[in-house]
């Protein structure tokens, strides 16, 4: 971090973390942030790191992930020392990135190392500053740092650690292609390397056996399985009004202290926070129309508690690091089934409890069990409060539920015909009968 952010050490606390190798500066950051025992991530990674192995971390986010790596290799790079990074942290989303970022600083202030965030969205020119001004530590999105290694800003022969943080969402977003590039412009000896995924599906497994060497595992919870500290419930919903007559019921009550709603595009978003503003006033609202300073300052503001409520799409929900949030609202169920476990990870972080509460209509019952599949378990349905208005589902929505449970049906029994092609079907051959009539 920048000189004048560094700070005298106080008095040592003995607390869990001096079990690890690490020195004087990093645990005392860690008793001033307020960590007192490791998290089980923390517990596995943090000495097979600092004993210099590749390691492959499945573990989800909310389970201490970051500091598992940031630790040793704060230890490793220990000191500020000339120009160029030591050590590069990709990160597939800008609020993951700045996360990551703002969790060094906290376990940094004591060492004097020097970091730069980066990441598209934000002209690079104070980006760039930061970096000529020397840095020991890069952490970016793979886009941007790929920009800045091209046009001669970023020197990246140095590097002697590299972290792929979220590996698996960073498949997801197609940067296999910018990661592949980075690999071959990065120096190859004597390089640790650590992959961080919360699931691990083939692609990333193929990924980590290109990238790791000789990796140690170490993993947290059973793949895709939500942290133990969240509560998860579904109601079923029949259409969109009613889950907004749904949503602003529940969140009425003051146990509803500090809300995320995630939902399926920019338009609903819209709506569900216009809706939410008029009744109870205080929310904000991220997608990525949203201007960068935008979506950073909607964070800013729900982390302090300024405001209760903060609606996203998915876009956003893998860099949300909000200490207590009190409940997850899943405005529909998300069809990417992988950030279902993303999604309400932003609840129930690192000991503490939160609960996650889906909507989920007709159509999205199939999706539903295709989650529960990957979660290995069976999300307790709620009954509708009874004050909730109930409305009727408009035409155009009735027929949308209805060809997307045709499509599901369709798509496990490729013979199925669906009631839309019947009704096609009967329609062209009453035409047909009634052109024939007309001859
Ligand atoms: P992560 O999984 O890295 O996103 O971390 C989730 C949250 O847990 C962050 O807000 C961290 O600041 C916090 N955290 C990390 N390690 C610990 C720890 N040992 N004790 C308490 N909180 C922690």
Do not use: W
Request: charged share 25%; with cysteine.
């Amino acid at each position: 971090m920048s000189e004048n952010l560094q700070e005298e050490p106080q008095k040592e606390v003995q607390n869990g973390f001096h079990e690890f190798k690490l020195n004087k500066q990093l645990l005392e950051a860690v008793s001033k942030v307020g960590y007192q025992t490791p998290t089980p991530i923390q517990q596995k990674a943090i000495p097979l790191i600092l004993a210099g192995h590749d390691v492959l971390g499945i573990a989800q986010t909310g389970t201490g992930k970051t500091a598992a790596y940031l630790l040793p290799l704060l230890m490793k790079v220990k000191y500020p020392q000339g120009m160029h990074p030591r050590a590069l942290i990709l990160a597939p989303t800008r609020e993951l990135a700045i996360q990551i970022y703002q969790e060094l600083q906290k376990l940094a202030v004591y060492t004097g190392i020097r970091a730069a965030c980066v990441y598209g969205g934000l002209g690079p020119k104070i980006q760039k500053q930061i970096i000529a001004n020397g840095i020991d530590i890069i952490i970016g999105t793979p886009g941007r740092i790929l920009e800045l290694y091209f046009d001669g800003t970023l020197y990246l022969r140095d590097i002697q650690t590299m972290v792929l943080d979220e590996a698996d969402r960073m498949m997801d977003m197609g940067f296999m292609p910018q990661i592949r590039q980075l690999l071959e412009v990065l120096p190859t000896k004597k390089r640790q390397n650590l992959l961080f995924s919360a699931t691990f599906p083939e692609k990333v497994e193929r990924l980590s056996e290109e990238f790791l060497e000789f990796p140690m595992r170490v993993e947290i919870a059973p793949q895709s399985t939500p942290a133990d500290t969240i509560e998860q419930y579904v109601y079923y919903i029949p259409n969109f009004q009613t889950k907004l007559n749904t949503l602003t019921h529940l969140i009425q009550f003051e146990e509803f202290k500090k809300v995320i709603i995630f939902t399926k595009n920019k338009t609903q978003a819209n709506h569900i926070a216009q809706t939410i503003e008029k009744m109870f006033g205080s929310v904000r609202l991220i997608h990525s129309n949203k201007g960068q300073n935008t979506r950073i300052h909607a964070i800013e503001a729900f982390k302090e508690g300024n405001i209760r409520f903060l609606v996203s799409t998915d876009v956003a929900a893998r860099g949300i690091d909000v200490q207590d949030v009190s409940h997850v609202i899943n405005f529909d169920v998300p069809l990417v089934y992988e950030d279902y476990v993303h999604r309400i990870g932003r609840t129930g972080r690192a000991f503490k409890n939160g609960i996650a509460i889906t909507f989920c209509n007709e159509a999205e019952k199939y999706h539903l069990r295709k989650i529960e599949k990957i979660i290995k378990m069976r999300i307790p349905v709620l009954s509708l409060p009874a004050e909730v208005q109930i409305e009727e589902t408009p035409f155009e929505e009735a027929q949308e539920i209805a060809r997307e449970i045709d499509r599901q049906k369709r798509k496990e029994n490729p013979d199925y015909q669906g009631a839309f092609h019947e009704k096609k079907k009967t329609r062209k051959r009453k035409n047909k009968q009634k052109k024939q009539r007309h001859k």
